[in-house]
């Protein structure tokens, strides 16, 4: 018995002793990089199958994980197919993620959050900033052109200009109709100071179910725009353009020849002919040809990003210059563009976004196109002493009156935009699918516009005898405080539930002010001052309207088959009478992913099919500021004559009884 025993023993120990062996964890190193491009990834997990043990990649997308020899490793990354690799005893293990195919499985930035592409039910349309930047405009609307269905854009051709933008047809007939624009968490109502090189994604929201979330001012459609973060190993990039514009499609305009035929034909019945002999001008003038030419543009962005797995950042620089078609129109614009955030801890992450911008263009005036048009050819741009052409001291037809070039020579306007836009934010991850988000972001802006009309007498009808030197300055002060909190969880892995509570204050105040003197002299070499000048006057204006609204959102996904959203905001303004100060914007949507059901699960024709359909009521809060405060002026009369005179006072605008809400109904 005691021999029996002792071999037993042996062989259990030598048992646990090989089992020991077999089971000691090793150390396997490796790096994860883009099966496509080479790069390397920042931020892959790597788990050991089955178990919670678990790494990242660091910057360099370097690993390394202790484990047992015989297990398995999976590897995830968003955006990448999941791939597992077993580690069979090897202490070096290389691998290389596919960029995931379906493009369903993409996430998509949706109001106050992301969502499955699969599960959206309303109408977003998600366009790549990198498909923005190809396209070299001065605003990124205008790059939204023919990429988007339902959105149309008209561009006005001035450099630097905002192009007017509706999302399926005009949702007002009162007020702003552009859409509102959400930039990193702020609200805006033009993007001209953002740099399409620094946009990650732009989302187009275009129907209720997923616009109403913005309330007060999602009638016109909501555009939210996402800018890079830093993403990877350190990189440093620069891009630049440099191309012309060429007028096309331009109308010919009748010679000088057929020009004085024609007015001499028109008044042949009441009059001897105005032009004797037509054929003695020849071509004459051709207006539209002599202030229209080829304008050269050119674009410069360099910048520096990347991530560790603790922070990501991504600094730029840009340079825009655009010449416009029209003679002396350019447009200069710097801007600036800083994101940073860190993970202060496993549940804490702070970051924030900037964007500075300066831009300088010297303006035309507003009917320029309109004057060379209507412009008689038979006028020579100069005659041979030197002087201007003068329609005065020509046969004249309809409103044939004015020079063009005289009008291009003395108009003296420019404007400067200086704007500093920014956002700071703090995530607190309170469970693992609870979060609380909240972020104060807000706008500094300032609009300089100098107008200066000199002392000049150039034809009988374009003639100025006092100088006028006028200066019209605009400031923007607006914050936006936001927190929400998000509770995201999948149960019984059939049902998904995302719920989102939230409340927002804001305040928009803008002050303006103009300022004109007479008979300043022209220092073409130097600044102007009204002190040099006389009757200086100064007038100025303010507006203010605060805000309060507060808001939620259910999304539910049921085997991805059916879904559902639904979200109500409801919204307070300074700016509406007592009794109408808060609205509510509510939405439903839902949706069917008939392409999953059992029985389409052999059929051929389509990859993915939805049925999906929307209510909802959003608002437009844009209306005339100061609408609800009478105004009025002072006055000196003299009504009975003599010495009688009296000071009185009148009103300027009248209240409306009642200011309420606009709401947009969309089915």
Sequence with gaps: MKRVFTISGLVLFCFFFINAVIAQNITVKGKVTDATTGESLVGVTIAVKGTTTGTQTDVNGAYSIAAPSTVTLVFTYIGY????????????????????????QQVVVVGYGTQKKADVTGAIATVKGADLARQPDANPVSALQGKVAGVQIINSGTPGSSPQITLRGIGTIFGNTSPLFVVDGVWYHDISFVNSNDIESMSVLKDASSEAIYGLEAANGVIIITTKKGKGAPKIRYDAYAGFSTPTNVPVMANATQYATMVNFVNA???????????SFGAGTNWIDLILHNAFTQSHNIGISGSTDKSSYNFSAGYFQQNGNIAYNTYDRITTHLYQDVQLSKFLKVGYTAILEDDHSKDLPGDIMYKAYTAAPTVPVRYADGTYGDPSLSPQVGNAVNNPQVELDYFNQTTQNYRLNGN????LKLTDYLSFRTSFGGT??????????????????????????????VDDRDWIWENTLTFDKTFDKDHHLTVLLGQSSQRY????ENASAQNVPDFTSGDLYFSLGNNPTLTDAGSIETRESYFGRVNYAYKDKYLLNATVRR?????????YKWGTFPSIGAGW???????MKNQHIFDHLKLRGSWGEAGNGSITPNLSTAQNTQFIS?????????????????????????ISTTL
Excluded at 593 to 599: C, G, K, Q, R, T
């Design 424 to 427: 700071a934010f703090a995530e």
């Design 593 to 599: 992913v008939i392409s999953n059901e059992d029985f």
């Design 509 to 512: 105040k803008q002050y303006s």
């Design 571 to 579: 919204d307070a303004s300074s700016v509406y009478s007592e009794q």
């Design 269 to 279: 019945a009441s009059s001897a002919s105005l032009f004797p002999n037509p054929a």
């Design 638 to 662: 003299n009504l009975g004559g003599g010495d009688n005179v009296q000071i009185g006072s009148g009103l300027l605008s009248l209240v409306p009884p009642v200011i309420y809400w606009k």
């Design 444 to 473: 500094f802006a300032r609009q300089e516009v100098q107008a200066y009309t000199p002392v000049y007498a150039a034809t009988g009808g374009q003639f100025n005898n006092i100088s006028v030197l006028n200066r019209n300055n």
């Design 81 to 104: 197919a999941t791939q597992e690799v077993a580690v069979n005893g090897s202490t070096t293990i290389d691998v290389k993620l596919q960029a995931q195919a379906n493009e369903l």
